[in-house]
Each structure stands twice: as C-alpha cells, then as structure tokens.
C-alpha cells in the first residue's frame, strides 16, 4: 500500500508559478513510477505528466510549462508550474504504481490550482 499527499495548490495569476508537492509513504519509493493528472471543473480527469526511472512525458498543452521530478531520498514528486493559464486551473492529483503495473493503482486526494486571468 502506498499512500499519496498532495500539497502546494493555490490561487495564482496567469503567468505565475506553483510547486505542487506529492509526499509518498507505504512502500520502496523507488520501485514505484509516478505521475499527475488533473481535472477542471465538468471535465475528465486527464494526464498532465509522469516518469517512470528517467523516462518523463508530458500532455502537449504542458510541454515547456511543466517540470516533473522527483527526490528518492525525500520520498518525495514535484511538479514545478510555470507561466501558469487559466485552462490549467484544476485539481491536481499524484499517482503511483509498481513500476510494471499497468496503470495507476494509488491516488492522492487532489490539490486545488486556481489561475486568475
């Protein structure tokens, strides 16, 4: 079982920036391949990034914007927001897996980004 906590979302003006934060806990933090989705308001939730060991891809319209990384020893997956849109205003999810699974088997509880035009 892993565990996921999002944090760092808030309220910024387009153009600006955010941190988000997704602290893991539960298993080998290494052996886990992670990501982020979002979902806007009456929208599906949708994929924004993810790294699986040094491989990281990321949605088209984030490419540039978006940086993920990740710290093994803080057991720890960033997603640095850059130049920030209005259409990136969403909740925020971390995701994870064992690195040869599938699909994502652990969710966060989401963070608010809120980006005023």
């Known amino acids: 079982q892993v565990q996921l906590a999002e944090s760092g979302g808030g309220l910024v003006q387009a153009g600006g920036s955010l941190r988000l934060t997704c602290a893991a806990s539960?298993?080998?933090?290494?052996?886990?391949?992670f990501a982020w989705f979002r979902q806007a308001p009456g929208k599906e939730r949708e994929f924004v990034a993810n790294r699986n060991g040094a491989t990281i891809d990321y949605v088209d319209s984030v490419k540039g914007r978006f940086t993920m990384s990740r710290d093994n020893t803080k057991n720890t997956v960033y997603l640095q927001m850059n130049s920030l849109k209005p259409e990136d205003t969403a909740v925020y999810y971390c995701?994870?897996?064992?690195?040869?699974?599938?699909?994502?088997?652990?969710w966060g509880q989401g963070t608010l980004v809120t980006v005023s035009s």
């Open positions: 539960g298993r080998t933090f290494s052996y886990y391949k």
């Open positions: 995701a994870a897996a064992y690195f040869t699974r599938p699909s994502y088997d652990y």
